[in-house]
């Protein structure tokens, strides 16, 4: 039952983790747990986790291990042993993929599939310069993608946009900034790439191509899921 899938959905940073996340979820009502999201509520909470990890993030790199297995695995066993969720930016490195199979086996099953999201080099570099994030519900954006186009829609009166759910403002994490893109995506080339072979040895690995429009990508993502 689509309630109670589990998935991962996996590809580099801008490859649309986020918003594909967020229509499976608005799908099948199943939990979205993003890595980033849950750095982002302790930075803003002022938790030394969230001081600790957003040193990282503004870098570009990698938070620590010990920091993201600690935070993602006590949201995931949180949940019922027949409830269903989607991750998003977890796992990133096969340390991490361990300790995930190994957490989720204790408890009671592992992944159903994991879906990786697969962009060129070059088009990741255009989305992430113009991704922007709401400061009040995190929600992803792409200026180049607003309806009306950049400059025209969901402004706030002060030229800023704004998010079509909560009208919160839209900004460009320092993580998005063009020094940190070129750094992500060579820590993500050199580190999360072999997370696809452990998931492939595991005949868990769905391939979707992640050029064209949000419908367009979700619509393939279902369609490799129902098969």
Same mark, same amino acid.
């Given at each position: 039952?689509?309630?109670?899938?589990? @998935? %991962?959905?996996? %590809? /580099?940073? $801008? *490859?649309? =983790? %986020?918003?594909?996340?967020?229509?499976?979820?608005?799908?099948? $009502?199943?939990? &979205?747990?993003?890595? %980033?999201? #849950?750095?982002?509520?302790?930075? =803003?909470? =002022?938790?030394? +986790?969230?001081?600790?990890?957003? !040193?990282?993030m503004e870098q570009g790199v990698l938070?620590?291990?010990?920091?993201?297995? $600690?935070?993602? #695995?006590?949201k995931v066993l949180e949940l019922g042993k027949k409830e269903g969720f989607i991750l998003d930016g977890f796992p990133r490195n096969t340390h991490q993929a !361990? *300790? +995930? !199979?190994?957490?989720?086996?204790?408890?009671?099953?592992? #992944?159903?599939?994991?879906? &990786?999201?697969? +962009? /060129? !080099?070059?088009?990741l570099l255009r989305r992430l310069g113009?991704?922007?994030?709401?400061?009040?519900?995190?929600? /992803?954006?792409? @200026?180049?993608? +607003?309806p009306g186009g950049a400059g025209k829609q969901g402004t706030n009166g002060s030229g800023h946009f704004t998010c079509e759910h909560c009208g919160g403002e839209l900004y460009q994490r320092p993580d998005d900034s063009s020094e940190a893109v070129g750094r992500r995506i060579e820590?993500?080339?050199?580190?999360?790439?072999?997370?696809?072979?452990?998931?492939r040895d595991r005949e868990l690995l769905l391939d979707v191509e992640g050029l064209g429009s949000i419908e367009a990508v979700n619509g393939r993502l279902l369609e490799v899921l129902q098969r």
């Open positions: 039952m689509a309630e109670e899938i589990r @998935i %991962g959905l996996f %590809g /580099p940073p $801008g *490859a649309g =983790k %986020g918003t594909q996340a967020q229509l499976l979820r608005d799908r099948w $009502g199943v939990a &979205h747990i993003s890595s %980033g999201d #849950l750095f982002r509520w302790n930075l =803003k909470e =002022k938790t030394s +986790l969230g001081l600790k990890a957003s !040193e990282f938070v620590p291990d010990e920091v993201t297995i $600690g935070i993602i #695995l006590d !361990e *300790a +995930l !199979e190994e957490a989720l086996e204790r408890q009671s099953r592992g #992944l159903d599939a994991v879906v &990786h999201i697969d +962009l /060129p !080099e070059e088009e113009g991704r922007y994030s709401c400061r009040q519900c995190q929600a /992803p954006y792409n @200026i180049d993608l +607003l820590v993500y080339r050199n580190e999360t790439m072999p997370v696809l072979e452990f998931y």
